[in-house]
């Protein structure tokens, strides 16, 4: 799958868990990205923990589609960043005019 990346999900490592992973989500990728793409539409400018509070879905499904989208050229950062709930610094992400036409 790795070869095939954004199209499929990544995974890394080569023990084979990031490997199922990746294939158990195969079939929700599509249906994610979309909700990824209509919360950041939402807020306009948000960092990823700000998006998936939005789109009220686990983060452990969302969060890898922003850096999909991110490659596939549907979002792009601001320049701007924000700190999350852990202090830690975040980008903050913005939709491209292909992702908009995508919405």
Same mark, same amino acid.
């Given at each position: ?11 890394? &490592?080569?023990? *084979? ?8 989500? +195969? ?6 990205? %979309? /909700?990824?793409? #209509? ?12 998006? /998936? +509070? /939005? ?9 890898? #589609?922003?850096?999909?989208? !991110?490659?596939? &050229? ?6 701007? #960043? !924000? %700190?999350?709930?852990?202090?830690? &610094?975040?980008? /903050? ?5 292909? *992702? #908009?036409?995508?919405?």
């Amino acid at each position: 799958m790795a070869d095939r990346y954004p199209d499929d999900p990544g995974a890394k &490592g080569p023990d *084979g868990t990031s490997q199922d992973a990746a294939e158990a989500i +195969a079939p929700c990728v599509s249906y994610l990205r %979309r /909700v990824a793409i #209509r919360s950041l539409d939402k807020l306009g400018e948000a960092t990823v923990l700000e998006a /998936v +509070a /939005v789109a009220e879905v686990a983060r452990e499904s969302l969060q890898p #589609r922003f850096s999909e989208l !991110r490659a596939m &050229g549907l979002v792009e950062p601001t320049g701007a #960043r !924000r %700190r999350n709930p852990s202090g830690k &610094g975040a980008a /903050v992400l913005r939709l491209t005019e292909k *992702g #908009r036409a995508a919405l």
